[in-house]
């Protein structure tokens, strides 16, 4: 299976899928709303987007596969529609930097480096990535944008239902958005016959400074009967602060080609 091959990656990419701020509160679904038309809600969900200029966190990843777990804490660092920097803490042995067109990164630990596009990850995921997807997936905004495509609704008891009148012959695609605050709850991506399964779920949102922002993300992918679940909280976040992107590969390190 693939997500046993350089899994330093695989950490990397999915570190800044979550985060949440200092100062933020927790949104409660008391009141909902489920009597929108497609176009309503899409509109509601558009209207919620993030919006801010940096943002700097300290995040809380614990990952599963199989019988192991493990636990990390990283420093990450955004500039929107920008670049991404990501920092092993509490010492900077690891380092990633994440760009619309390439992604970069350094493991002193075992003098290794990488440097390349999005194929990889693209791979890995059984869907097009690029930068302005992933910083989707950050935000907890659609992986395939709303206004893109015509979508069917329907509702549950708790949510509504998006899925595009016209899947994908390759991947099938569902959004779950909640009723109360019209952010995505969870949204799916499968492989029927490629035994796929990619399903992010924003377990929790909060409000920060007047944005509506992911406050506890959960990852499942799936490739047949094999299983790795990504959880991830976000602390010490503040937003639109001056922060500097340094990044540069260290002399005498290995490249490794994915």
């Known amino acids: ?18 985060f949440s701020c200092k100062s933020s509160k927790i949104l409660n679904s008391s009141t909902s709303n489920l ?25 809380k990843l614990d990952i599963s596969q199989g019988d192991k777990e493990n636990g990390y804490t ?13 920092m092993s803490s509490p010492i900077t042995v690891v380092k990633a930097l994440i760009t619309q067109d390439k ?3 350094y ?3 075992d003098n290794t480096y990488f440097e390349g596009d999005f194929k990889y990850l693209s791979d890995l995921l059984g869907t097009e990535l690029d930068f302005q ?19 069917d609704l329907s509702v549950n008891e708790k949510e509504y239902i998006l899925q595009p009148k016209n899947q994908n012959a390759l991947f099938e ?28 779920d924003y377990i929790s949102y909060q409000k920060v400074d007047k944005q509506i922002i992911p406050e506890h993300i959960k990852v499942i992918a799936v490739e047949a009967t094999e299983e790795m ?29 994915l």
């Open 1 to 18: 299976m693939r997500y046993k091959n350089h899994f330093t990656v695989v950490i990397l990419f999915f570190v800044f899928i979550l």
């Open 35 to 59: 009597s929108l038309t497609t176009k309503q809600l899409i509109k509601e969900n558009t209207q919620k987007a993030a919006s801010f200029k940096t943002l700097s966190a300290r995040v």
């Open 74 to 86: 990283i420093n990450m660092r955004i500039e929107k529609d920008k670049k991404i920097l990501l």
């Open 103 to 105: 992604i970069s990164y």
């Open 107 to 109: 493991n002193k630990l």
């Open 133 to 151: 997807k992933v910083q989707n997936l950050l935000l907890g905004e659609a992986l395939f944008g709303l206004k893109d495509n015509a979508f």
């Open 173 to 200: 695609l569902f959004y779950l958005i909640n009723p109360s605050h019209f952010k995505i709850s969870s949204q799916q991506i499968s492989q029927p016959q490629e035994q796929k399964h990619l399903q992010i």
């Open 229 to 257: 679940i990504l959880e991830m909280e976000f602390k010490a976040v503040s937003l639109n602060e001056d922060l500097r992107f340094p990044f540069k590969i260290p002399s005498g390190l290995q490249e490794i080609k």
